[in-house]
């Protein structure tokens, strides 16, 4: 227990502008999932997987002395097939099925990406270096890695980029439309199969490209996927399916919390109390709605 | 009725004969145990429930927590045990050694189910995927949370006490052997008495459709909250089991081993058949018996096989072997078949 926090005001200060610039990198992640939840209707435990995916190919382009921030444009290409590739393998087969079956596909999937990653690329903890540098705020009291910004801008720039493509392209309006009714959707001409894989290349693309910003500001690991999941699946449920302002705010809401809570728990209970927030937030969720006589479904 | 007495009673004489005749494979014959434990209890939620549980790894972590510290804090003081790690300052008697395994047994078994008792009003309201992501992230901020406190041991382990010398070399595998063998049998008996009274039903109603099983009066809570207790009492009693067996505890690999335990559960009981009794039985069998020849031959590549596995059993084998024996020969299950039923439909696909 550490109660810096409080008596140096400063240390909020770093806190609240970390969280968010890291929160608005679980956004783009949980934009993704929120995507393919409310289309395809499936939970993908694998979603973070994709992530540190997109994170090594990042990587390699930084070891192999391209500049890692090319990372960005070349990630969300490459995992754009992995997710068309992961969903004629799998995904189709699961769609409309029982949702448990698709999590515990997508499970499988985590554990297999997972291992590979580990064959692949080793079991160390690596990052991609920018050497962009840092920005001193308030009189040197305030440090922010430039890397941070850059993720946050670059995100968000692909955020907004994304919103106007499902507002003013084809492919995006058949996508709204098979979310909005499948049924419907195919009687009127919309290949569903055809859109349903777009969507999961779109969802893995964000997640290459939020993995490329990963592995220049954060760390990258092989087993460090599942967080990432459980981050964005909490913050979907906390905003609600199809509610774009609610996934931003509630991702820096959840990027603040976890810089306070590895300020004041200490490093080593950062996830799990990512974790118990989890739980919390659907535990009190249950409650209120159990008020009215409903149910989480 | 007579048969399966005979089948019982040629199981119990095996069961109790095995570690004698297979002296090599006492401790693979103990985890296969424990493991059938933990797939039976989890079809209680999974098959007959409805309710997809990643999180009986909770119990299960508590319980070889539980077992382990009872065992040493009885005689010594915990904090300085686990501080010494390997090197042993201290050496239980035999007697203590016995008497701790057996009160940590105790403990281990009734302290998870009081816990699943009290979270299971929050948990058990919550349905279909939001039971079982919640579930997930109770079992792995179980393990974060339990890799960070000090007294039992945080990032480094806990040793587990080692087994005294007595009884010669083979006593120690043919003691837990017995204790496992002895709780699945305790765990076969308890669940079979359940699922031959209204108790199951009232589960299977809950899974086809709860609301409706509300409606005709069922307090549908206090049967899912029993039936998690029940999974609870057993999943905590194979962890203390397993700890004491395994001789050492980290919080995230051996504990709340979410990728591991808390996977093979769900898999071993879809592989055998969820909603049976005998289908997590032999999904368990089946999947330890893959499972040890996996790892002894391709060591490394064990969790790609068991990505692959999970994703080949899902997509095409839910409904698991004794689905598929149901669907082959109807008959032997007490269905009756209308012959020329059978005909139509098979036409009609």
């Not at chain 2, 839910?318 to 269905?335: A, N, S, V």
Request: hydrophobic content about 55%; aromatic content about 14%.
């Amino acid at each position: 227990m550490d109660f810096m926090v409080f008596q140096y005001p400063m240390i909020t200060v770093q806190a609240c502008l970390d969280g968010i610039l890291l929160g608005v990198l679980f956004a783009l992640i949980a934009y993704g999932m929120a995507l393919q939840w409310g289309v395809m209707n499936i939970i993908n435990i694998a979603q973070g997987d994709l992530v540190i995916l997109g994170g090594y190919i990042a990587y390699f382009m930084y070891l192999y002395g391209i500049h890692p921030a090319w990372g960005v444009i070349v990630s969300p290409f490459i995992m754009y097939f992995v997710g068309v590739g992961i969903y004629k393998l799998v995904i189709n087969k699961v769609v409309d099925r029982d949702l448990f079956i698709s999590i515990l596909a997508t499970f499988g999937i985590s554990i297999l990406f997972m291992q590979l990653m580990n064959f692949a690329f080793g079991a160390d903890v690596v990052l991609a270096n920018s050497g962009y540098g840092t920005t001193f705020l308030f009189d040197s009291n305030v440090v922010l890695p430039n890397s941070k910004i850059f993720s946050a801008v670059v995100s968000i720039a692909f955020a907004i980029c994304l919103v106007i493509y499902m507002k003013k392209s084809k492919l995006g309006r058949a996508i709204r439309a098979t979310a909005q009714n499948a049924r419907a959707a195919k009687i009127l001409g919309v290949d569903t199969e055809k859109v349903y894989a777009a969507t999961f290349g779109i969802n893995a693309a964000l997640c290459g490209v939020a993995g490329a910003l990963i592995s220049i500001t954060f760390t990258i690991h092989p087993y460090m996927g599942l967080p990432y999941t459980i981050r964005s699946f909490m913050i979907v449920i906390v905003a609600g399916l199809g509610n774009l302002p609610g996934v931003a705010m509630s991702g820096m809401g959840l990027g603040v919390f976890e810089e306070f809570a590895d300020y004041i728990l200490g490093t080593e209970f950062r996830i799990g109390s990512v974790f118990l927030l989890l739980v919390l937030i659907l535990v009190y969720r249950r409650f209120k709605l159990s008020r009215k006589r409903e149910y989480l479904k | 009725m007579k048969k399966n007495l005979i089948l019982y009673a040629s199981i119990l004489v095996f069961g109790l004969a095995a570690p004698f005749i297979f002296p090599a494979f006492k401790v693979q014959l103990s985890i296969l145990c424990v493991l059938i434990i933990l797939a039976v209890t989890w079809n209680i939620q999974g098959g007959e429930m409805g309710y997809n549980s990643f999180g009986n790894i909770l119990f299960y972590g508590l319980g070889m927590y539980l077992c382990a510290s009872v065992q040493v804090g009885m005689f010594f003081p915990l904090a300085e045990w686990t501080e010494s790690g390997g090197e042993k300052t201290f050496v239980h008697t035999p007697a203590q050694f016995f008497q701790g395994m057996a009160a940590g047994l105790v403990v281990a078994a009734v302290v998870p189910t009081i816990v699943a008792g009290l979270i299971g009003y929050s948990i058990l309201g919550l349905r279909g995927h939001y039971f079982a992501i919640c579930t997930l992230g109770l079992g792995v901020a179980a393990g974060e949370i339990s890799g960070g406190i000090e007294i039992i041991g945080a990032g480094q382990g806990f040793t587990t006490p080692p087994f005294p010398n007595v009884g010669g070399l083979e006593a120690r595998g043919e003691f837990f052997y017995f204790c496992s063998f002895f709780a699945l049998v305790l765990a076969f008996i308890t669940i079979r008495a359940i699922y031959s009274t209204r108790f199951k039903l009232i589960l299977n109603a809950i899974r086809d459709n709860e609301d409706k099983a509300e409606a005709m009066g069922i307090e549908t809570m206090k049967y899912k909250i029993i039936g998690w207790m029940v999974s609870a009492f057993f999943c905590g009693l194979a962890g203390g089991i397993m700890g004491g067996l395994v001789g050492y505890i980290d919080s995230t690999d051996v504990a709340f081993d979410g990728r591991e335990m808390g996977v093979f559960m769900v898999l071993m009981a879809i592989l055998g058949g969820k909603g049976t009794l005998w289908g997590p039985i032999i999904g368990a069998t089946v999947f330890h018996i893959f499972k040890e020849g996996f790892w002894t031959f391709f060591l490394g590549w064990q969790y790609v096989a068991l990505g692959v596995l999970i994703v080949v059993i899902v997509i095409y084998f839910p409904e698991g072997i004794m689905g598929w024996l149901r669907e082959k020969y109807p008959e032997r299950f007490g269905e009756v078949v209308d012959e020329a039923d059978r005909k139509a439909q098979v036409e009609l696909k």
